[in-house]
């Protein structure tokens, strides 16, 4: 469905060099496509490692199994909602699960996508924050789901339906999406960034709106039996983290830069004069 991990590296490839060479041999213009472009790549790299990571995950369940077994057994004790009762009050109505189904499938990557277009035109300041936040967020989940971990309708005792498979609209099955990345969720983390960095970043009276996104991605990856409501209670949590440490290393940063203070250039030396030329300036006027 979307663009093999492959060619969002190889352009992410491309877009690298295309940089380095609007940096060295352009003009004012090239060099205000730079930043663009250097952006462009480090997105279509991350996403090229988040496919290969989907691609080379496990595909079996074995110790998925108990690790999802795990987690629905520790929602329990947390007395965390049921995601069999909340699926189970969609079901009866077939178009709201087709519409959740592409809701889960359809709408992470282009809504990320528009996001950070959008954040870098017109928010350029809050830019590299939020490209910190959602760099290190992704790059923690990947290392994680190296870890499988079966999702609710990879169980059959929980008597979850999987509504992907059920209505013909499942991503997986593919061999380029792993099903056993459940813990933490992607899809919910994304969308929280998205939705705080509107928020943050924009000053519309109607900012708060954009919150309902990662409410809807948190109700729709659930009642599809595709997460656990604690994968997206992590994934806040290693968002906020992700955000305490960058700000951290910002603070620290400025404190470092402002010890050394600005930088100071060597004044160039003094050209000397030709003898004759020193003669004449130091020879007073007559007359």
């Not at 380095?20 to 952006?39: C, D, I, Y």
């Not at 108990?66 to 947390?78: K, M, P, T």
């Not at 950070?116 to 790059?139: D, Q």
């Not at 929980?158 to 499942?170: N, P």
Request: charged share 15%; aromatic share 10%; hydrophobic share 50%.
């Amino acid at each position: 469905m979307w663009l093999p991990w492959q060619d969002g590296a190889l352009f992410a490839v491309l877009l690298a060099g295309l940089t380095v060479v609007l940096r060295r041999h352009g003009g004012a213009r090239a060099l205000a496509l730079a930043p663009f472009s250097a952006e462009t790549g480090l997105v279509l790299a991350l996403y090229a490692l988040w496919r290969y990571a989907g691609h080379v995950s496990p595909t079996v369940t074995g110790d998925g199994s108990d690790r999802g077994h795990a987690i629905w057994d520790l929602e329990r004790v947390l007395h965390l909602p049921s995601e069999v009762t909340w699926q189970r009050a969609v079901l009866p109505y077939p178009d709201l699960v087709r519409l959740s189904n592409v809701f889960y499938a359809s709408l992470h990557v282009p809504v990320l996508i528009a996001f950070l277009v959008w954040l870098f035109v017109r928010h350029r300041e809050a830019y590299p924050r939020m490209r910190n936040v959602l760099a290190g967020f992704t790059a923690i989940s990947l290392a994680m789901h190296t870890f499988p971990v079966a999702p609710p309708r990879l169980l059959p005792d929980l008597h979850v339906v999987d509504t992907g498979l059920k209505y013909g609209q499942s991503v997986y099955g593919n061999g380029l999406t792993s099903q056993l990345a459940a813990m933490p969720s992607v899809h919910v983390g994304w969308a929280v960034i998205v939705g705080v960095g509107v928020v943050v970043a924009s000053g519309s009276p109607w900012r708060w709106l954009a919150l309902l996104y990662p409410a809807l991605t948190t109700v729709a990856v659930v009642v599809t039996g595709n997460h656990y409501w604690l994968d997206g209670i992590v994934a806040v949590g290693l968002i906020a983290a992700v955000a305490v440490v960058d700000g951290c290393v910002r603070r620290l940063g400025r404190r470092v830069g402002a010890r050394s203070g600005p930088v100071r250039r060597p004044e160039p030396a003094p050209v000397p004069l030709p003898v004759g030329a020193a003669a004449r300036t130091s020879t007073p006027a007559r007359g």
